[in-house]
């Protein structure tokens, strides 16, 4: 029933930044939801980025974006972002943000545990 649309994405040159914005649309608790980027190149499995908790706050990153992604929310605005700093060629992909689907236990390492996908927002780094 919820719906996720992200945006922000683009073209840029290596050490460029993008910020993501993910923001849920219909009827929906969205500040009870923990939510999660990630990101899925052609022929390759969607792995995860980033995930910001429901309760705390806490976040999480996967080794090659640490130091360089901050994910943050606005529970007012119903928007997530992922601001994306010193951007690299290997950081190409499509970007997807999605809820978890157990409400806190959850791994943010893996698709299957959120769900409300969007459609995604294509980042290309490229000199």
């Known amino acids: 029933q919820v719906q996720f649309v992200e945006s922000g994405g683009g073209l840029v040159q290596p050490g460029e930044s993008l910020r993501l914005s993910c923001t849920a649309s219909?009827?929906?608790?969205?500040?009870?939801?923990?939510i999660g980027w990630f990101r899925q190149v052609p022929g390759k499995e969607r792995e995860g980025v980033s995930c910001?908790?429901?309760?705390?706050?806490?976040?999480y990153y996967t080794d090659s974006v640490k130091g360089r992604f901050t994910i943050s929310r606005d529970n007012a605005k119903n928007t997530v972002y992922l601001q994306m700093n010193d951007l690299k060629p290997e950081d190409t992909a499509t970007y997807y943000c999605?809820?978890?689907?157990?409400?806190?236990?959850?791994?943010?390492?893996?698709?299957?545990?959120?769900?409300?996908w969007g459609q995604g927002t294509q980042v290309t780094v490229s000199s």
């Open positions: 999605a809820e978890d689907k157990y409400l806190g236990d959850y791994n943010c390492e893996d698709p299957a545990d959120f769900e409300s």
């Open positions: 219909g009827a929906h608790a969205f500040e009870y939801r923990s």
């Open positions: 910001i908790s429901h309760l705390d706050g806490s976040t």
